[in-house]
């Protein structure tokens, strides 16, 4: 196995919502490292930025060959399900098409594909899904996403990690859902309506991205379930934050998922069961979601 300092990390999407966390783990573990964005090249918490858009199909290969990554943790997306909704083709061409470009680029040269990807891949008619499950999307978004699994999977070695919904302060420029939710109650700026009927199996983006470097510096692949240890609706994420910062959760209205209409399905319960990654990397902290708030309050009232 290669030792983490003999690594050539290749991250996609280093400028996003999980992405600039993985960042940072990657600066932390002085892990050799380049981002790829569409934005201008230079610096991120020193790491090098190079400008490569992911649509550019000419362009991936040689700036993929002039770096020579032994690993790729690929975090690029087009990652809500109403972008995806709004602009399927882009979807495709972002979500599968790039996936399958890289994979390609990988398995020529001998590097490990890390690839995020999410709990939306299944229809939550059940909820507590493992590994083992098949893939059920009801969502343009988790259908881009688990078409493109199968082509990360097709070589071993590489890992597929889908994450739960993710929560955590932006250390970026794109909003999170929980700076709208941390806003609305700290300075009270909006009322927001939250699902009480939609299950995930929330887990912050520090912890989350603590996996990812983890399982990507590993030598096992496959298919990674990485949620957190509680199954949640969005509105008990808000009314726990409320309360956890002292408040009433009066911004926060319950809701449920037929309430917002639409063209597509909601999935109702898509928590995840996490064993694998958890029997693998007992170590790793793997925070309630009130040990996380505390993790993430502190910074923030600073
Ligand atoms: N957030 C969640 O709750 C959640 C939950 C489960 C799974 N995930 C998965 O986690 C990953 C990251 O999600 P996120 O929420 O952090 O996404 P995000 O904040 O929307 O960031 C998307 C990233 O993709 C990059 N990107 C977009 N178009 C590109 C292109 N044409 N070429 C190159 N890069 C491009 C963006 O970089 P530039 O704009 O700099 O080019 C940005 O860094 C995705 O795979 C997503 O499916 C997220």
């Known amino acids: 196995m290669n030792t983490s300092t003999t690594h050539r990390v290749l991250l996609t999407g280093g400028t996003g919502r999980l992405g600039t966390y993985l960042v940072r783990e990657l600066r932390q573990r002085r892990l050799h490292s380049q981002i790829w964005s569409t934005g201008s090249p230079g610096f991120k918490d020193g790491i090098p930025v190079e400008h490569v858009d992911l649509l550019d199909v000419d362009h991936i290969a040689p700036a993929f060959q002039s770096f020579g990554p032994t690993l790729v943790i690929h975090a690029a997306a087009i990652s809500t399900a109403d972008a995806c909704l709004a602009n399927p083709v882009l979807a495709q061409r972002l979500n599968v098409d790039a996936t399958k470009q890289l994979s390609d680029l990988c398995r020529l040269a001998g590097a490990r594909l890390i690839y995020t990807s999410t709990d939306l891949v299944f229809d939550g008619r059940r909820g507590g899904y493992r590994e083992c499950d098949p893939p059920s999307p009801v969502m343009v978004y988790g259908r881009s996403k688990a078409e493109a699994e199968p082509i990360v999977l097709q070589v071993a070695g590489n890992s597929v990690v889908r994450l739960s919904l993710l929560f955590g302060p932006k250390l970026g420029s794109r909003d999170s859902f929980f700076d709208l939710q941390w806003r609305a109650i700290t300075m009270g700026d909006r009322r927001m309506k939250l699902f009480t009927d939609e299950w995930r199996t929330p887990i912050d983006y520090q912890t989350a991205s603590r996996a990812v470097v983890e399982i990507a510096l590993a030598d096992t692949g496959g298919i990674w379930h990485v949620g957190g240890p509680e199954r949640m609706s969005r509105w008990e994420m808000g009314e726990r934050l409320a309360r ?59």
């Open 244 to 302: 956890f910062l002292g408040q009433t959760p009066l911004m926060f209205e319950a809701t449920n998922r037929d309430s917002i209409g639409g063209t597509e399905p909601r999935p109702e319960d898509v928590s995840l069961d996490s064993s694998r990654w958890r029997s693998q990397f007992a170590a790793t902290d793997w925070p309630n979601y009130e040990e996380a708030l505390r993790m993430i309050v502190s910074p923030l009232r600073s």
